[in-house]
């Protein structure tokens, strides 16, 4: 139980276009996701926290009107990154807040690699 | 803002040998949790600790928590090639679920 999963697992797209990226509770219902962006070799930088129904808190320094999260339901939310430049690319990873195990604990996503052009 | 400071950043070490991460801060964390990350995968949960001077034993791997709840360390018995990851400490604070993760380990061992 308590699986997390992530749409697409990697995507290529040119500058200036819009990517969507999903992040599903398979199994149990989150109430609040996490979305982290990670470079190579380093880690997990927090960039925004989702709950369902309500707008996101987005952490110091992360562009809300290029960082688009949706949080519609209690098992999807969506991370758009909005006209991507290739500073953009990086690795990102949403974990969910939720399972039967234990309420508080976070389960973590496998990633999704974007590759902006 | 609470930190974490993991070390060492680096680590390559033969098979058979054995190694301590650290994680220290200068803040009270309510928990405490070591992930371990392959490339190109998300964190995986190995560990949560939650009680100061909690000692926890995975296999070959055991995870401390200080007396404080202040810091952590990773200890891993006569490592193996299937070690090497990105091990991550990660800290909840007190007022509420947002995780603050260390700068991360990068382990390599050898056969």
């Known amino acids: 139980g308590a699986v997390v999963s992530q749409h697409p697992s990697w995507v290529i797209c040119k500058s200036g276009t819009s990517v969507k990226i999903e992040c599903r509770s398979l199994?149990?219902?989150?109430?609040?996701m996490f979305w982290y962006r990670q470079f190579p070799k380093q880690s997990l930088m927090l960039m925004a926290t989702?709950?369902?129904?309500?707008?996101?808190?987005?952490e110091q320094g992360v562009e809300k009107d290029k960082f688009l999260i949706n949080h519609a339901s209690l098992t999807l939310s969506t991370l758009t990154v909005t006209s991507a430049h290739p500073e953009d690319s990086s690795f990102y990873i949403c974990?969910?807040?939720?399972?039967?195990?234990?309420?508080?604990?976070?389960?973590f996503g496998p990633g999704t690699r974007l590759t902006v052009l | 803002t609470q930190l974490l400071e993991q070390s060492p950043q680096f680590l390559s070490i033969q098979e058979g040998e054995n190694l301590t991460v650290y994680c220290n801060s200068s803040?009270?964390?309510?928990?405490l949790q070591w992930y371990r990350q392959e490339p190109g995968e998300g964190p995986v949960l190995l560990v949560t600790?939650?009680?100061?001077?909690e000692v926890k034993k995975l296999k070959r791997l055991t995870f401390q928590f200080g007396d404080a709840r202040k810091d952590s360390s990773l200890h891993i018995t006569a490592a193996q090639p299937g070690d090497t990851g990105l091990y991550l400490c990660?800290?909840?604070?007190?007022?509420?679920?947002?995780?603050?993760f260390g700068k991360g380990t990068t382990l390599s061992v050898s056969s």
């Open positions: 974990s969910a807040v939720g399972g039967r195990a234990n309420t508080d604990t976070q389960y």
């Open positions: 199994d149990f219902q989150a109430t609040t």
């Open positions: 990660a800290g909840k604070n007190q007022a509420g679920t947002a995780l603050i």
């Open positions: 989702s709950n369902e129904g309500s707008k996101a808190t987005y």
């Open positions: 803040s009270v964390f309510s928990s």
């Open positions: 600790v939650v009680t100061g001077g």
